[in-house]
């Protein structure tokens, strides 16, 4: 069994994504790595090639600006790297610059991806998320958050990235095949200095509205307000190995009362669903098999 993993990435240092972490996390399980890097304003590319020459396989890119319509370029990136993997790997790893796995589920995950490897009715496997807010030390508890997500895929390439490259899609939009695992993917876009995350805000809702929306809806200011949150609770467990020096050096300090609940009735009732009896109400961009 073959494992690939893959990945995209511009800007990195720029925006302040955790992309060295986020291919080194997965990488002790990974055969090799290909990662398409856009043609960045800083030092990106030299970044990326510094972390294990033997393993990555990096494909220098351009990216469309010009596809604002539901983050499309971020899918068309991630299919660039897709379509890169050789015919000899089983499953492909997907992982985002601001995702990072941590290793205890690595035994989980290779255990997964062996029983399911040879079942034609398995398209990938799914993972659950820990989507981090304002610190290393809250997540978001609302369902604005997604709660799982396709992150290993069958190297089918009839499999495509879907919309803004959260999920994947196979044939004529069809939803993949897939078994939940008991893994969680640890989702760190929205925990960076608030200076790095203004400027993501600025610039990256360009990839899905046009300049005159993001000006009319993006506040500008030199930091971001994280204030603007409805629901968190604390972390209490550990974070991945590969992110403990990047959070010994944070330069900002953020607190929330988690006693604070701004969620709506229609969350509210949704969480009394999945709370007492199990059931989800929400997008799914899948098939659980």
């Known amino acids: 069994m073959k494992v690939t993993g893959f990945s995209f990435i511009r800007n990195g240092l720029k925006y302040d994504y ?6 080194m996390s997965i990488l002790p399980i990974c055969d090799e790595f290909v990662i398409a890097v856009g043609i960045s304003d800083d030092n990106t590319l030299e970044l990326i090639q510094k972390i294990d020459p033997n393993k990555i396989k990096i494909i220098e890119t351009v990216w469309d600006d010009s596809l604002r319509e539901g983050g499309r370029v971020l899918a068309e990136e991630t299919n660039k790297a897709f379509q890169a993997i050789g015919a000899d790997t089983d499953w492909c790893f997907y992982i985002q610059g601001d995702e990072v ?10 255990q997964a991806m062996e029983k399911w490897y040879n079942n ?14 304002g610190s290393y030390d809250y997540v978001g508890s609302s369902f604005k958050w997604y709660p799982k997500e396709i992150r290993i895929i069958k190297n089918n390439k009839s499999i495509y990235s879907y919309r803004d490259a959260q999920g994947f899609r196979k044939g004529e939009n069809q939803k993949l095949n897939v078994k939940p695992i008991d893994a969680y993917m640890y989702h760190y876009g929205w925990v960076k200095d608030p200076r790095a995350m203004q400027l ?7 990839l899905w509205h046009s300049d005159q929306w993001v000006d009319e809806n993006v506040a500008k200011a030199e930091t971001f307000d994280y204030s603007n949150i409805d629901a968190l609770k604390l972390f209490t467990d550990t974070h991945p190995v590969v992110m403990q020096k990047r959070i010994a050096e944070r330069n900002w300090k953020f607190s929330h009362d988690i006693s604070v609940n701004k969620l709506t009735l229609k ?8 709370t007492y009896f199990n059931i989800f109400i929400g997008y799914k961009n899948y098939k659980v098999k």
């Open 18 to 23: 955790p992309i060295v972490e986020a291919v």
């Open 101 to 110: 796995v941590h290793e205890k589920y690595h035994p989980v995950i290779r």
């Open 120 to 133: 034609p009715n398995v398209d990938g496997l799914l993972f659950n998320y820990l989507h981090f807010y």
């Open 200 to 206: 993501k805000q600025e610039n990256f809702n360009k």
């Open 267 to 274: 969350d509210k009732f949704k969480h009394l669903m999945l």
